[in-house]
């Protein structure tokens, strides 16, 4: 399993008000829905590294 980082963010109020919803929505928690946002992002962009597979 990987590891968990903490990680301060900073975001303007709307985008987190928006954020906030879209959780609320999918019933996740703030935290795991900006997760799930980045890593659907980083997945589509070609970006998401394969599990196992580390480039240097």
């Known amino acids: 399993m990987s ?3 903490a990680f301060a963010l900073r975001i303007d ?3 987190l008000a928006a ?3 879209w959780a609320e929505d999918d019933l996740r928690s703030l935290n795991a829905q900006i997760e799930f946002v980045l890593r659907d992002s980083l ?3 070609g ?3 394969k599990s196992g597979k ?3």
């Open 54 to 56: 580390k480039k240097d």
């Open 3 to 5: 590891s968990r980082k």
């Open 43 to 45: 997945r589509r962009a």
């Open 47 to 49: 970006r998401l590294q």
């Open 13 to 15: 109020e709307r985008t």
């Open 19 to 21: 954020m906030h919803r």
